[in-house]
């Protein structure tokens, strides 16, 4: 950060006024507030917001609690180890594959395909056979969703809800798709402890990454009635 952006923001930026800096920014905050509250009477953000927030919850539960949910399944630690480090290539490997195949398909089609991969790989869980490609699998199909939904964050915004306001309406989803991801582990935790097993858990998250997906559907349609 220091060697790369620093220097590049100490030579690009230049020099303003006190005065025009204040009247800029009072107006691109104004600007900013204005769209948020117009998203906020929008559908689709209502609907973008309960998909992301579900999805980075989830995702943070996966992170830190696939390990003990597969030890408890009976996978050896070597298998648990290895379907665990197919994450990282499975989120590189479906942004190329996304940079190859662009062109062939729009972003509503690859919003379905990402949304739909977590409940895949969820569902797969939950009837996961005792052999050792099947926790492979599944964090194959859960590394592709997490890679896609990255880009699916930056490009479902201003493709459904409108670019204005882009940083106020992004980060406000951010901040609650944050919250749910900070909660979420200890939720699971309390949860297993109650339940004595991660059966009824997952479950319940199968169920969530569903709602995800639907959310995701009801977000296209409603831009389909406009943009505010």
Same mark, same amino acid.
């Given at each position: 950060?220091?060697?790369v952006?620093?220097?590049?923001?100490?030579?690009?930026l230049?020099e303003r006024s006190?005065t025009?800096e204040g009247?800029?920014?009072?107006?691109?905050?104004?600007?900013s507030?204005?769209?948020l509250?117009?998203?906020?009477?929008h559908p689709?953000?209502?609907?973008l917001l309960v998909?992301f927030?579900i999805?980075s919850?989830?995702a943070?539960?996966?992170v830190?609690h696939?390990?003990p949910?597969?030890?408890?399944?009976?996978?050896s630690?070597?298998t648990?180890? *290895?379907?665990?480090s197919? #994450? !990282?290539?499975?989120q &590189?490997g479906?942004?190329?594959?996304l $940079? +190859?195949?662009?062109?062939? *398909?729009s972003?509503?089609? #690859? !919003?379905i395909i990402t &949304?739909?991969a977590?409940p895949l790989s $969820? +569902?797969l869980?939950?009837v996961?056979?005792?052999?050792? #490609?099947?926790?492979?699998l599944m964090l194959v199909?859960?590394?592709?969703a997490n890679?896609?939904v990255?880009i699916?964050?930056?490009t479902?915004i201003?493709?459904l809800?409108?670019?204005?306001?882009y940083g106020?309406?992004?980060?406000?989803i951010t901040?609650?798709?944050?919250?749910g991801?900070a909660?979420a582990p200890?939720?699971?935790?309390?949860?297993?402890d109650?339940?004595g097993?991660?059966g009824?858990?997952?479950?319940g998250?199968f169920a969530l990454?569903v709602?995800?997906?639907?959310s995701y559907?009801?977000?296209?349609?409603?831009a389909?009635?406009?943009?505010?």
């Open positions: 950060m220091l060697a952006c620093f220097p590049i923001h100490a030579l690009g230049r006190t025009t009247q800029t920014g009072s107006r691109v905050g104004k600007a507030t204005a769209a509250r117009r998203a906020l009477l689709s953000f209502w609907a998909t927030t999805h919850t989830l943070t539960v996966i830190f696939i390990m949910l597969l030890h408890e399944r009976g996978f630690e070597l648990i180890t *290895f379907a665990y197919l #994450i !990282g290539p499975a &590189v479906s942004r190329i594959a $940079l +190859a195949t662009r062109r062939y *398909f972003m509503e089609t #690859i !919003g &949304v739909s977590l $969820l +569902a869980l939950l996961l056979p005792q052999i050792e #490609i099947a926790p492979c199909l859960y590394g592709t890679g896609l990255t699916l964050r930056g479902a201003p493709d809800i409108g670019s204005e306001g106020s309406i992004n980060g406000t901040l609650v798709a944050r919250i991801a909660l200890i939720a699971v935790a309390l949860a297993w109650k339940f097993s991660y009824p858990v997952v479950w998250l990454a709602i995800a997906a639907v559907g009801v977000a296209i349609y409603a389909e009635g406009g943009k505010p």
